[in-house]
C-alpha cells in the first residue's frame, strides 16, 4: 500500500509538525461544535421572526448525524470523536427545538 | 490501558455487527454533509426574506472547520474523513456566500 502523506511527513524532519497538527485538530474536534452558538443566539434571542428561514430538515439531520457520530466515538473510545459530537448533538436539538418552538412544523 | 468496547466488540460474537456499523459510519460520513441542502434551497429559494437570521459568524467557521478536516483527511490518507469534509466545506462556503448576497454583512 502507498504510503500516506502523514506516514512520509512522520518519517521526515516535519514529523514534529505533524503531531502538532495532530494535537491541533483534537482541540477543533472539540472546540469546532461551539460555532453553533452564534445561530443559536440569532434563533432564541436577536433573529426569533426569522426562524422560518432555518431548515427544520437540515437540523435534525445534523442532530441525528451527530448522535451517531457520538455513539461511534463512544463504542471506538476515541474523546476527540465523541466530546465534539456529543456537544454538537446538544447544540443540534437545540437548533431543532427553537425551531419548532419559533417557526413550528417547515422543512 | 484499558480494553475499548469496540476491542470487546470485535473479540465476542458481535464483531460481525462492528464491522457491519464501521462500514456504515463511512457511508454517514460521506452522505451525511448533503443534510445541509435543504437549508441551502430555504437561503436561495424559498426564504431568502429570512436570509437575516442565518449566522454568517457560525457559517464561516463551519466552512474553516471542514477545510481544516478536508486537509487533515488529505494528509492522513483517509477517504471518509477528506470526502465528507470536502462536500462540507463547498456546502458551508455556499451558505456564507448565500448569506453575504441576501443578508450582507451580519453576526
Not at 443566539?41 to 428561514?53: D, I, M, N, P, R
Amino acid at each position: 500500500m502507498a504510503e500516506t502523506l502523514a506516514e512520509k511527513l512522520e518519517k521526515s524532519n516535519l514529523g514534529h509538525w505533524m503531531a502538532r497538527f495532530e494535537g491541533f485538530m483534537v482541540f477543533v474536534g472539540v472546540v469546532g461544535p461551539f460555532a453553533t452558538l452564534p445561530q443559536l443566539v440569532k434563533l432564541y434571542f436577536t433573529h426569533s421572526q426569522h426562524a422560518t428561514g432555518q431548515s427544520l430538515l437540515s437540523w435534525s439531520l445534523y442532530a441525528a448525524l451527530s448522535m451517531l457520530w457520538f455513539i461511534y466515538g463512544m463504542i471506538v473510545g476515541k474523546l476527540p470523536i465523541y466530546v465534539g459530537n456529543g456537544i454538537s448533538m446538544i447544540l443540534n436539538l437545540l437548533m431543532v427545538i427553537g425551531i419548532l418552538i419559533h417557526a413550528g412544523v417547515t422543512f
